[in-house]
């Protein structure tokens, strides 16, 4: 195992791609331990002949349609015309927008990369002091991940064996709260600085709602076909791209066929990367079950840490510290297999598991030096990263906050599905 942990560690040094790294970590291994490295191409095929990980190309997929047809455009209009009287109401809406394009992607990058664009441009046109611009559109794209549905409680579910739909569910309230919170920070930060907004020109709420109706319809339809037992998350997630690619090439009309070869270009690309990851992972975690580790770590945790809060607040120490370092999916990959059993072992609902630990390495999305969102973030705005990074700083205690929150008060996670589905 300790030859696995070095090459790991030594192939992330160098630089080498994460699935790459990971899958080279697993071969150091085999060939150290002499195991039969034919149970390397069986543990690959294996992990991603699994049906839910299906999901995840097309949440991709919904995503970049969305970005084509002209539905992202339309939510934010829409979430402008919500808190439009409201002081500061480009900050609110950027939040708001976030939370209803995480019920149709499902992933931060998407957020960030597409409604991102739109809410920078907006603000700065209204006077909008850059930084609290720039952190408050990056961190609310970590609402993504937590509000249903969700490409990395797939993975988790896909790899835990969890129930994707419980899944989802617990996620809501967190990411519902974790918005609030991202508006009331950004609501005590804008009068303390000396920019004065512009007046923001806004659509009546009426004429809003009806030009964004269709594309308001997508979460409620995806959401009812999958509580309402019509379609598992993996036919939900095909559902959600045959939807957003009505609404935008029949309803609004946007969608031309060059913009939908280059999505699915580029949804080939991206889940191609987390497929890949995926994969090159699964013998990685056949070596971590071989070792026992699991088991080991649920022994010392449940040791060292009798108390189920102290073992909690452990955990999140962990995750937060791990999520800066290594990608949201990598680090899902490999601390699953570990921790999920770690802490079932010591009573705690494997849902809750779940949310927490796809949470808390979510804020690793805008935490230096690997948060992707980061990297959007300057991108998209042309600010240097280190004026992006310091520009979020605020914005991270609400993210933290939430986090240890679930630890005092797990009922956030997982009343809901014990309502839905009754315990």
């Known amino acids: 195992m300790i030859v696995a942990a070095l090459t790991l560690l030594l192939s992330l040094g160098l630089g080498v791609p994460v699935a790459f790294a990971i899958g080279f970590s697993a071969v150091g291994y085999f060939l150290a331990s002499g195991a039969n490295l034919l149970v390397l191409p069986q543990q690959v095929a294996g992990q991603l002949s699994g049906l839910p990980l299906i999901a995840i190309p097309f949440f991709i997929l919904t995503g970049e349609l969305m970005n084509s047809g002209g539905i992202t455009r339309r939510i934010f209009a829409f979430a402008l015309a919500v808190v439009g009287r409201i002081p500061g109401s480009l ?14 992607s499902g992933a931060a990058v998407a957020d960030v990369a597409s409604l991102g664009k739109v809410e920078l441009k907006a603000m700065r046109e209204n006077n909008y002091p850059d930084d609290l611009s720039v952190g408050v559109t990056v961190t609310s794209s970590t609402i993504g991940p937590i509000i249903p549905p969700s490409i990395n409680m797939v993975i988790f579910g896909s790899i835990a064996g969890t129930p994707i739909g419980l899944l989802f569910l617990g996620g809501m309230l967190p990411g519902i709260l974790c918005g609030i919170l991202l508006m009331a920070t950004f609501a005590f930060l804008l009068p303390r600085r000396a920019t004065q907004p512009l007046p923001v020109e806004r659509v009546p709420l009426w004429q809003a709602l009806k030009a964004a109706s269709w594309a308001l319809l997508t979460p409620i339809v995806l959401l009812g076909a999958l509580f309402g037992g019509i379609a598992t998350p993996t036919e939900a997630s095909v559902l959600a791209a045959l939807y957003a690619t ?58 060292t840490f009798s108390d189920g809060m102290l073992l909690l607040i452990a955990v999140a120490i962990l995750l937060i510290i791990i999520g800066t370092f290594l990608e949201v999916v990598a680090a899902l990959i490999l601390l699953t297999p570990v921790l999920a059993p770690a802490l079932a072992t010591a009573g705690i609902d494997p849902v809750f598991i779940g949310v927490f630990m796809v949470y808390g390495l979510g804020i690793g999305l805008v935490t230096p030096p690997v948060g992707i969102c980061l990297y959007v973030g300057s991108q998209i705005s042309g600010q240097p990263l280190e004026k992006v990074v310091i520009a979020i700083l605020p914005f991270l205690v609400p993210l933290i906050f939430v986090l240890f929150l679930m630890i005092f008060m797990p009922g956030l996670i997982t009343w809901l599905p014990s309502l839905v589905y009754g315990g």
């Open 246 to 303: 009505a609404v935008a090439s029949l309803v609004y009309r946007e969608l031309t066929l060059e913009k939908f070869i280059e999505a699915l270009v580029t949804t080939a690309v991206m889940s191609g990367a987390v497929l890949l990851i995926i994969g090159f992972a699964a013998p990685l975690g056949y070596v971590v079950a071989r070792e026992q580790l699991a088991h080991q770590l649920a022994s010392t945790f449940i040791s």
């Open 91 to 104: 900050g609110h809406a950027n939040v708001i927008a976030s939370m209803v394009f995480s019920g149709m």
